[in-house]
C-alpha cells in the first residue's frame, strides 16, 4: 500500500475507533460542547492533503522542474505528525478510562514533535522557490508558518485544560456534567477547538495548493510530451528522406559501376578469349595479349574499390555530420522546451499558460525542424550522379577500345599479318592509357567526395545555427508574451 494511502487508512480508523469510547480527557463525566467542538474543528484533518499527496506520485518520474520531489517532502513533514497529533486529540476528548496526566504528556510531548517537523516542512517549503509561482510558495509558507503557530495554540490549551481537569479530579465539591463548566470553561473549549479549526483550514489551503502546483507540473509535461513527440516525427521523417535517401543513392550508384566494371571484364574475355587461343604457339603475342588482360582486370577492380571507398566515407561522414547536428538540433528545442514550461510555472504572469501554449507549439513549426538539414543533401544529390556518369564514360571508352584492337588483330591475322606488331604495340599502350585514367578519375572522386563531405558539413553547421536563432527568437517573443499577452 503507498505511503499515502496508509496515512489515509490510519487516520479514518482513527477517527471511526474514537468514537466508540465515551468521557472527556479520562474523566467520567461530559464536558460540555467539548467532544463536538473539536470534532468539528478537525473536520476531515489530514485526509484532503493525504488525497492530494495521494494524487503526484505519478508526476515524479517525469518531474520536469523538481516542484513534485520537493512537495512530496513537505507533504511528509506534514501529514505524519498532524495525523498523529489530531488522532491524539480527538482520542483524548472521547477518552474515559485512561489516567489524565498521561493524556496531557503524551499530547505535549506529540505537539513538540509536530512543532519539530512542522519546521523541517518549512525548510522543504523553501525548496519551491524558482520552480512554482511566487504567489503560491508565499501562501504555502503563510500555510505552514500559521500550521506551526496553531500547533503552539493547541499546546498552550492543552496545558490549560490540563490544569483544569486535574482541578476537576481534586475538587472537593462533587463536579457533574452540568456544572463541570465552572471549571473546564467554554473559553477553554474555544481556545484548543479554534487552533485546530485554523489548522484544518491551513490543511486544506495546502493540499489546494499542492493540487495547483501538481496541476501546473502536469500542463508543463504535456506541452513538452507534445514537442517531444513532434520532434520524433521530424527526425524520423529527415532520416529517411534525407540519410536512408543518400544511402539509397551512393549504394546504386556503386552498384552500378561494379555492374559496368564486371560487364566491361566480361566483354573484354569474350572478346580476346579466341585470339589467346590462337596465339598459343606465339608466346610473345600471348604475353603481350596476357598482360594486357590482367592490367585492366586489376584496374578496373583497383577502380570499383577506390570509388566505393570514397562513396562510402563520403556518406559515413555526412551521415555522422547530420545525424550530430539533428540531435543538437534536437537538445535545443527540448531545452528550449523546458526553458519555456519551466518559466510559466514560476510566472505570476496571468498569460502563462496561454504563452506556453502558444509558443510551446511554436517549436515544432518547420522554421526550427531538423528537417531542414535535408536540403543539405538535396543541394549535393547531383554528385552520385557525376560519378556514375563520369563512370559509364570511362568504362565505354575502355570497352570501345578494347574491342576495336581485337578487331584490328583478327582482321590483321587474315591477311599478311604484319600489320600485328602495330596492333600489339597499341594494345600495350592502351593497357596503360587505361590504367592511368582509370586511377585519375577515381582520384577525382575521392577528391569530390571530400568537397561535398566539406559542402555538406558547413551547410549544416549554419542550418543548426539558423534554428538556433530561430528558437532564441521564439524564447524571446515568449518572454515578450508573458508581460504583454502577444
Known amino acids: ?24 480527557f479520562g474523566l467520567n463525566i461530559t464536558v460540555p460542547h467539548l467532544v463536538t467542538n473539536v470534532t468539528s474543528a478537525v473536520g476531515s484533518g489530514i485526509v484532503p492533503l493525504v488525497k492530494a499527496d495521494a494524487s503526484i506520485g505519478s508526476e515524479v518520474v517525469q518531474d520536469g522542474s523538481g516542484a513534485v520531489v520537493v512537495l512530496i ?10 495525523n498523529k497529533l489530531l488522532g491524539h486529540v480527538l482520542a483524548a476528548v472521547r477518552s474515559k478510562n ?72 481534586n475538587s472537593m465539591e462533587p463536579i457533574t456534567s452540568e456544572n463541570v463548566s465552572s471549571i473546564i470553561t467554554p473559553d477553554m473549549v474555544d481556545n484548543l477547538a479554534n487552533p485546530l479549526r485554523m489548522i ?6 495546502i493540499s489546494t495548493l499542492t493540487m495547483m502546483v501538481v496541476m501546473a507540473e502536469k500542463f508543463a509535461i504535456d506541452n513538452r510530451k507534445q514537442v517531444a513527440n513532434s520532434l520524433a ?76 571507398e570514397s562513396l562510402v566515407t563520403l556518406f559515413d561522414f555526412t551521415n555522422q555530420t547530420l545525424v550530430n547536428q539533428s540531435l543538437l538540433i534536437g537538445e535545443m528545442i527540448m531545452q528550449a522546451a523546458a526553458n519555456l514550461t519551466n518559466l510559466g510555472l514560476v510566472s505570476d504572469s496571468p498569460n502563462a499558460e496561454r504563452c506556453v501554449q502558444q509558443y510551446g507549439s511554436q517549436l515544432s513549426l518547420p522554421s526550427v525542424s531538423p528537417t531542414k538539414l535535408s536540403q543539405c543533401t538535396l543541394s549535393e544529390g547531383g554528385t552520385p ?20 584492337v581485337a578487331n584490328g588483330i583478327q ?4 591477311s599478311s599479318g604484319t600489320c ?32 561535398v563531405s566539406k559542402r555538406m558539413e558547413l551547410c549544416a553547421l549554419a542550418t543548426t545555427i539558423g534554428i538556433g536563432e530561430n528558437i532564441e527568437f521564439i524564447g524571446n517573443k515568449f518572454d515578450a508574451c508573458l508581460m504583454t499577452g502577444q
Open 1 to 24: 500500500m503507498p505511503s499515502s494511502t496508509k496515512g489515509l487508512t490510519s487516520v479514518l480508523m482513527l477517527l471511526v475507533l474514537s468514537g466508540t469510547v465515551c468521557g472527556d
Open 73 to 82: 517532502d513537505s507533504i511528509k513533514d506534514i501529514i505524519y505528525p498532524l
Open 98 to 169: 485512561k489516567d489524565s496526566k498521561v493524556i496531557f504528556s503524551e499530547l505535549d510531548k506529540l505537539s513538540d514533535e509536530t512543532k519539530m517537523a512542522l519546521e523541517t516542512a518549512a525548510v522543504s517549503v523553501g525548496g519551491l522557490e524558482n520552480v512554482t509561482k511566487p504567489a503560491i510558495l508565499a501562501q504555502m509558507q503563510d500555510n505552514v508558518t500559521e500550521l506551526s503557530e496553531n500547533v503552539d495554540n493547541v499546546k498552550s490549551s492543552l496545558a490549560s485544560l490540563s490544569s483544569a481537569v486535574e482541578e476537576v479530579r
Open 200 to 205: 484544518s483550514t491551513d490543511l486544506n489551503d
Open 233 to 308: 516525427s521530424k527526425q524520423k521523417t529527415f532520416k529517411a528522406i534525407a540519410l536512408d535517401g543518400l544511402m539509397r543513392s551512393i549504394s546504386d550508384v556503386n552498384n552500378n559501376i561494379e555492374s559496368m566494371a564486371s560487364n566491361l571484364k566480361n566483354n573484354v574475355k569474350q572478346t580476346y578469349t579466341p585470339l589467346v587461343n590462337q596465339q598459343q604457339d606465339d608466346q610473345r603475342t600471348l604475353s603481350t595479349l596476357s598482360v594486357y588482360l590482367d592490367t585492366l582486370e586489376n584496374s578496373t577492380t583497383n577502380f570499383v574499390q577506390s570509388t566505393n
Open 385 to 404: 550522379s557525376a560519378v556514375l556518369q563520369a563512370t559509364r564514360v570511362l568504362m565505354n571508352q575502355a570497352k570501345t577500345t578494347a574491342i576495336s
Open 411 to 414: 582482321v590483321c591475322q587474315q
Open 420 to 451: 600485328n606488331e602495330m596492333y600489339l604495340s597499341s594494345l600495350e599502350n592502351f593497357a596503360e592509357q587505361a590504367s592511368g585514367q582509370m586511377n585519375n578519375i577515381a582520384s577525382v572522386v575521392e577528391q569530390l567526395a571530400q568537397i
